[in-house]
């Protein structure tokens, strides 16, 4: 009996890896449909929030489920720490809600995220219909080569669509792992514009470029030299508060206002 269940067992997953469709990557879908896809393995729930398909996902940073999942959560948690009562979050670079979908538990917290890739943007704004009167998202019409290349603005011109002063807390988990430096830059100036006085940035990074170089790479991968980019900050009016270290691979500091 349990020769024939193990068989059983055996052949059925041999079916399972046959026949399940595979997922296919954002980069092979078109861009103009991939809004309309959640993931078929967890259908929406009463009052529960879509989960976004593997393409989706994949242009986020990781196709995987169980990472997604992971890493919004530690993301929404280490946010948590630096909030103070009825926070305003500006999450630059939010993808596909990974963070959001944690965040939107706080029924006091306000919300903006933005992003160059509008798919993700577009299928933000369809699962999180409900929590529209506190959850916003807008495209950023920025020059991308990997995720707008149509895009309108030089990444080192973007101005972010809020308010000076207004953010209580600033979300970029992965937003400066693609950017170039005068882009960073901009950013950084964007952050100082929009955090308020006792207001805090999360930044992420990738820490290893080449021995010799303090910035390397290119938009699928930037890395900088840690002391560098806090010296970056600097210049742009903000001032490193806490190093708080790695969070799923990335090295993430938390900044303030100069
Ligand atoms: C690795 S993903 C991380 C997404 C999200 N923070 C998360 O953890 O799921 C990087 C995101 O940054 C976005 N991005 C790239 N360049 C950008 C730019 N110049 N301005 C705003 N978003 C940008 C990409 O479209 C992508 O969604």
Not at 82 to 107: E, Q, S, T, W, Y
Not at 192 to 202: K, Q
Not at 211 to 227: C, K, L, N, S, T
């Amino acid at each position: 009996m349990r020769g024939i269940g193990r068989l059983k067992a055996a052949l059925w997953e041999i079916a399972v890896r046959r026949l399940a469709p595979r997922p296919v990557s954002w980069s092979q879908q078109d861009r103009d449909s991939l809004h309309w896809f959640d993931e078929p393995r967890l259908p929406l729930q009463p009052h529960g929030l879509a989960v976004p398909a593997f393409g989706l996902r994949e242009a986020a940073g990781t196709g995987e489920l169980d990472m997604f999942l992971g890493i919004g959560d530690s993301w929404a948690h280490l946010a948590n720490a630096f909030l103070p009562p009825d926070p305003v979050v500006l999450d630059i670079g939010c993808g596909c809600g990974k963070m959001a979908r944690f965040l939107a538990l706080n029924p006091s917290l306000r919300y903006v995220g933005v992003d160059v890739f509008e798919p993700s943007i577009l299928w933000c704004r369809r699962a999180f219909e409900r929590y529209a009167d506190r959850f916003r998202f807008e495209h950023l019409d920025v020059h991308s080569q990997v995720y707008n290349p149509q895009g309108r603005l030089p990444a080192s011109e973007a101005r972010l669509p809020v308010a000076d002063r207004a953010t209580d807390l600033v979300i970029c988990g992965s937003l400066f792992t693609h950017l170039h430096e005068p882009d960073a830059r901009r950013y950084l100036g964007e952050l100082a514009r929009v955090l308020s006085d006792r207001g805090g940035a999360l930044v992420s990074l990738h820490v290893e470029p080449p021995p010799g170089q303090a910035y390397a790479g290119d938009e699928w991968r930037i890395d900088v030299d840690e002391a560098y980019f806090l010296e970056m900050a600097r210049a742009a009016g903000l001032a490193p508060v806490e190093r708080i270290g790695k969070v799923y691979g990335q090295t993430v500091h938390l900044l303030g206002k100069a």
